[in-house]
């Protein structure tokens, strides 16, 4: 059971339309990043949301964080072919001696010109 | 300014070899995270190195283990493999045990027959 749910899982767009990602846990989270991963790399940090209802914009991409630090959404809008990628959010809940981030099971996205 | 790298890109074992993988972190990071990313999923957190010690772990078998080494760099090594450790393995790296942003590298891809 993933701790963080990432839906849709799948997401296949035109060039040009909107669309948004959601990212649920039942947990409290000290923040969370949203990643993206292309085919034979590693993921990219895109943006760490750290406070309740806090909202971050990153050109055509805003993240909002859940008041209550549990859940998540990415919004693009006007998405782009360059947009294509895996989409992952990662709770970050440190420990005493580390902090490890609990990755969702991602949503792959296919924007099609 | 290098970045994360990770060798070899791809490997290909058997059922009950052993495998090491190896992690070089970005300049000035010392603390090294490992994570598996089976295909179509998340990366699942496996363990940290700071000042050569493990400090955290997550639900992976004794069979994985890992060093890190005076340079920074780790190891990781797979004891025993299975099918089921097929998958993409990321190194990422940060300054400080306790900081946030995780630079990832490329990976290794495993693939176990």
């Known amino acids: 059971t993933q701790l963080l749910e990432q839906s849709p899982q799948f997401l296949s767009i035109q060039e040009g339309e909107n669309l948004t990602v959601y990212c649920n846990s039942s947990s409290v989270f000290s923040s969370l990043q949203w990643y993206r991963q292309e085919p034979g790399e590693g993921p990219v940090l895109l943006v760490t949301v750290v406070t309740g209802g806090e909202v971050k914009k990153l050109k055509r991409l805003t993240f909002q964080f859940g008041d209550a630090r549990k859940d998540s959404s990415l919004h693009i809008t006007a998405a782009q072919p360059g947009d294509t990628g895996l989409y992952l959010c990662a709770g970050d809940r440190p420990l005493n001696a580390g902090n490890m981030l609990t990755f969702g099971g991602g949503t792959r996205l296919m924007v099609k010109p | 300014d290098a970045g994360v790298t990770q060798s070899p890109t791809h490997l290909i074992k058997t059922r009950g070899q052993q495998v090491t993988l190896r992690c070089s972190p970005k300049?000035?990071?010392?603390?090294v995270s490992w994570y598996q990313q089976a295909l179509g999923q998340g990366p699942q957190f496996i363990f940290q190195y700071y000042e050569e010690e493990e400090r955290q772990r997550g639900n992976f078998p004794d069979r994985f283990s890992g060093h890190q080494f005076p340079n920074y760099s780790s190891e990781l090594n797979v004891n025993a493999l299975l099918l089921g450790d097929s998958a993409l393995y990321l190194c990422?790296?940060?300054?400080?045990?306790?900081?946030?942003?995780?630079?990832f590298g490329p990976g290794t891809r495993l693939t176990v027959t």
């Open positions: 990422a790296s940060s300054l400080g045990a306790l900081r946030r942003k995780q630079y």
């Open positions: 300049s000035g990071h010392d603390t």
